[in-house]
């Protein structure tokens, strides 16, 4: 890859990474800007998971000290992801690289709308959560991981939404525990990968320094902001990528 065009893919993975911390969705950004570059799409969807594992655990490390973790949900919700990443990863290929990402721009349209509608949402924590709603998001991440496996385009900004609306917890919350979630998420989809040999670790080594660091400077920026600008920084920049991705799809 000519020098340019690296100094250039470097700087959109580190900007989407550092925003990408509180928003998610790096890879409706990062995976179609490598293909621009020319790079073929199924090494583009590996190496750029090979990154997200180190921009997970990058944006892991300033909320080891927070205490926000939900330790008692955390062991059954990563088992969940292990297992549909896994599952997820295996299927890259079969399923279409222009359909997944509208139908991901349609559901964070959804989320905005429904956190606007819910203004508590994110900001305080709720503790009430109803049996029923407490098995759906079992659920929900088991799908999810599958689709973060295979694309993971969008995946932890509607985890994140999933854990705000259904597991009452706070954005400050959700960013963390969506962050620990998805080192394992990428880390199985990266094995898969790396078994079938898709990854270009020349690229990824060089992504993934700058993902890692990038999440780091973006989750202490993110542990200094309170829940309410964390909200709005969300819906934001989602309504915003949503748009973008709807748009480049229709034309």
């Known amino acids: ?12 993975f580190f900007i989407t990474s550092a925003i990408g911390v509180v928003t998610g969705s790096n890879s409706l950004i990062t995976v179609p800007a490598m293909f621009q570059f020319g790079i073929d799409p199924r090494v583009a969807v590996a190496t750029n998971m090979f990154g997200l594992t180190f921009f997970s655990i990058g944006g892991t490390l300033p909320f080891l000290q927070q205490g926000v973790f939900d330790k008692r949900r955390l062991p059954l919700l990563i088992v969940l992801t292990l297992a549909g990443s896994a599952l997820g990863a295996l299927l890259v290929g079969l399923v279409s690289s222009q359909t997944m990402p509208i139908i991901v721009s349609v559901s964070m349209i959804f989320v905005v709308v429904f956190t606007l509608v819910k203004p508590s949402a994110g900001v305080e924590k709720q503790e009430n959560i109803s049996r029923f709603a407490i098995t759906a998001t079992y659920v929900l991440t088991f799908f999810l991981g599958i689709y973060g496996g295979l694309y993971s385009g969008g995946y932890v900004t509607m985890l994140t ?10 954005f400050t919350d959700a960013v963390a525990n969506t962050k620990i979630i998805n080192v394992f998420s990428s880390l199985i989809a ?21 993902m890692f660091v990038a999440a780091y400077i973006g989750a202490k920026v993110v542990t200094c902001i309170n829940d309410l600008w964390l909200k709005r920084i969300f819906l934001t920049t989602v309504l915003i990528l949503a748009i973008k991705t709807i748009f480049d799809f229709t034309f």
């Open 190 to 210: 990266t094995i898969v990968f790396a078994w079938q040999g898709l990854i270009d670790y020349r690229l990824g080594i060089i992504l993934a320094v700058t």
């Open 161 to 170: 939404a999933i854990y705000v609306a259904m597991f009452g917890m706070t």
């Open 1 to 12: 890859m000519p020098i340019l065009e690296l100094i250039l893919l470097i700087l959109i």
